[in-house]
């Protein structure tokens, strides 16, 4: 995965300099960076489990802003990595598992914004909509009472509407911005593919959940924190093989480091 993350930030970086030149923009920025990442899921209040542990990112920024202060800007970015696996088997007899979680996805969002600039300060209300797809891909381990536990892969869809605000504004040489804002999930889909039943979707339901960045620009140098969750109710109980499943309550959290190049 790192691999294929480095040659995608090596290919964003050549080709950006033509393509903010041809295309006009007032940002195209490249980007890479670590991320501290949780999963939870819950149950009747009890936590069944809980994942965390580094991911990396690469993606582009950019932005334009018409004579008339209409602002567009989008965001690509494929991610993933390895977490650490805290759980326990299916019911009824449920044990403790500990193994790993790869994952692997992409996200994509668009924003519509309106510039106001009080100089030296600039702030930008927005509204837009977002996707992010991944694969969480549980590995094979074996469970506290020597049990062989089978992995499986998930694979998850989401579509978001999202609203916000984000200011910048000179601090000496440096340029610092702000970014927060709340988004709600208006399509979730968990796909799982069980074995003698073929795949099966199940639809847990968005919650508000919320992001926010903290960023300095130094020349064409950008360095950010930044805070990005996700938040889903339990979804509706489906039959499987006479059994009926469903997805618990679910969450996430990243906290990451972005470092790019304005060109």
């Known amino acids: 995965m790192m691999k294929y993350l480095a040659v995608a930030a090596l290919l964003l970086s050549c080709a950006a300099p033509a393509a903010a030149t041809a295309a006009g923009l007032e940002e195209l920025t490249p980007y890479f960076g670590p991320q501290y990442f949780t999963w939870k899921e819950r149950n009747g209040g009890k936590t069944l489990l809980k994942e965390q542990g580094p991911l990396f990112c690469v993606g582009v920024r950019l932005g334009s802003v018409t004579s008339s202060s209409i602002a567009v800007r989008g965001r ?8 650490s696996y ?15 979680v790869s994952y692997y996805g992409a ?25 992010q797809g991944w694969f969480r891909d549980l590995q094979d381990s074996t469970a506290s ?3 062989s536990v089978s992995g499986y892969t998930e694979g998850w869809q989401v579509g978001y509407a999202r609203i916000g605000a984000r200011a910048d504004a000179p601090l000496g040489q440096v340029r610092v911005s702000a970014e927060a804002g709340a988004k709600y999930p208006f399509y979730v889909g968990n796909t799982i593919d069980f074995s003698g039943s073929g795949k099966t979707t199940f639809h847990p339901k968005g919650r508000m959940s919320g992001f926010a960045e903290l960023g300095a620009g130094y020349g064409n140098f950008r360095a950010s924190l930044v805070f990005d ?15 009926y499943y469903f997805q618990p309550d679910s969450s996430s959290d990243s906290f990451g480091l972005r470092l790019g190049w304005n060109f």
């Open 107 to 131: 996200k994509g969002e668009l924003d519509l914004g309106y510039r106001l600039e009080p100089l030296p300060a600039r702030l930008e209300p927005f509204a837009g909509v977002g996707y």
């Open 76 to 83: 690509a970015e494929v991610f993933g990595g390895e977490v």
């Open 86 to 100: 805290e759980g326990q088997t299916q019911a009824p007899e449920s044990v403790p598992v500990d193994t790993h």
């Open 145 to 147: 009472d020597g049990t």
């Open 229 to 243: 969750a996700l938040r889903f109710a339990r979804s509706d109980l489906k039959p499987v093989q006479g059994t």
